[in-house]
């Protein structure tokens, strides 16, 4: 799985958040080969990542953000056994550890708000272990170098990404990928 993300992320460090089930055939479309799918159900969940996989696309799905499901072990195991996507986000930390029982493919996502969100975030992921970080607001070339420094996890970053300027900034910083919904930075 990590190979997978990180094959996809060199090609094109571009991730097309998808926040709104509208949205999944146009990021089906788009020239992004990893996805972030924030929105769906446990009814759903399966259709909408076998799309995406049947494209090639990584697909890693926000686990916090999906209608019917808990943040335990059980639902965990049912999504990495039944659903398969590429990988999971979450904010929980319990969640975190808990997918390295199962081999997932993790991304803990951070929002750093201040100073003390900061120190709080770095030492998470120092506990976690993430395979990957997404930070947010993804606007922050400082405080990315400053987490990629104390961590060495790979960055991606997320939130208020709306033009070139700010994938490049993020890039430059130190970040190996950008996740946006806004669909003009997809076609960059």
């Known amino acids: 799985m990590a190979t997978k993300f990180f094959t996809n992320i060199h090609e094109n460090p571009i991730i097309s958040a998808v926040n709104d089930l509208n949205m999944v055939d146009e990021a089906l479309k788009s020239p992004s080969k990893n996805v972030f799918l924030l929105t769906g159900n ?3 969940l399966k259709d909408i990542i076998n799309k995406f996989q049947e494209k090639g696309k990584g697909v890693f799905v926000h686990i916090d953000l999906i209608d019917g499901i ?3 072990k059980w639902s965990l195991e049912y999504i990495a056994k039944n659903i398969k996507p590429d990988g ?3 904010t929980k930390s319990n969640i975190a550890r808990i997918s ?6 993790t991304i803990q996502r951070l929002f750093i708000l201040d100073a003390l969100s900061l120190k709080s975030g ?3 992921v120092k506990s976690t272990k993430p395979d990957a970080i997404e930070i947010l607001p993804g606007i922050m070339p400082r405080i990315i170098k400053e987490i990629h420094h104390e961590t060495k996890i790979p960055i991606i970053t997320g939130g208020l990404i ?3 300027g700010d994938v490049i900034e993020s890039i430059s910083a130190g ?3 950008v996740s946006t919904s806004n669909k003009d930075v997809w076609y960059m």
């Open 70 to 72: 808990s943040q335990d």
């Open 42 to 44: 446990i009814m759903n």
């Open 88 to 90: 999971i986000i979450t």
């Open 100 to 105: 390295r029982e199962f081999d997932m493919f």
């Open 175 to 177: 970040a190996v990928g």
């Open 162 to 164: 709306r033009d070139k």
């Open 122 to 124: 770095i030492n998470l």
